[in-house]
């Protein structure tokens, strides 16, 4: 809502733009910019979450994967979980990095 009153909204509308493209080219375009940050942040989260309830609620999957494998001091089963759940999170931020850059055009890489 924030973006709505902002001075580069104001002038679209004040150049005569519809409203349909003032509101997804201008105010859409910059406000979804830490939305999509915080859905990255979020993955991780998600998957850290997933442990507590696959255990909890024994279903199968890689958070139980991990838990067994340390509880059966299964190293190098613990490393593949871990490092597969790593990769996954850093996959899907630095896809997110790539969407905000492709958003924000003040944003080079």
Do not use: C
């Not at 150049?15 to 939305?35: F, M, Q």
């Not at 597969?84 to 905000?100: G, P």
């Amino acid at each position: 809502l924030d973006a709505l009153t902002q001075d580069y909204v104001r002038t679209a509308r004040a150049k005569g733009l519809r409203e349909r493209v003032v509101l997804t080219r201008h105010a859409l375009r910059n406000a979804i910019i830490p939305v999509i940050t915080v859905l990255g942040l979020q993955f991780g989260q998600l998957l850290g979450g997933a442990v507590i309830t696959e255990t909890v609620f024994a279903w199968p999957g890689i958070g139980q994967l991990t838990v067994d494998s340390i509880r059966n001091a299964d190293f190098p089963v613990t490393q593949a979980a871990v490092i597969t759940i790593a990769v996954m999170i850093s996959v899907v931020n630095t896809a997110i990095d790539v969407v905000v850059g492709i958003i924000d055009p003040r944003i080079r890489f």
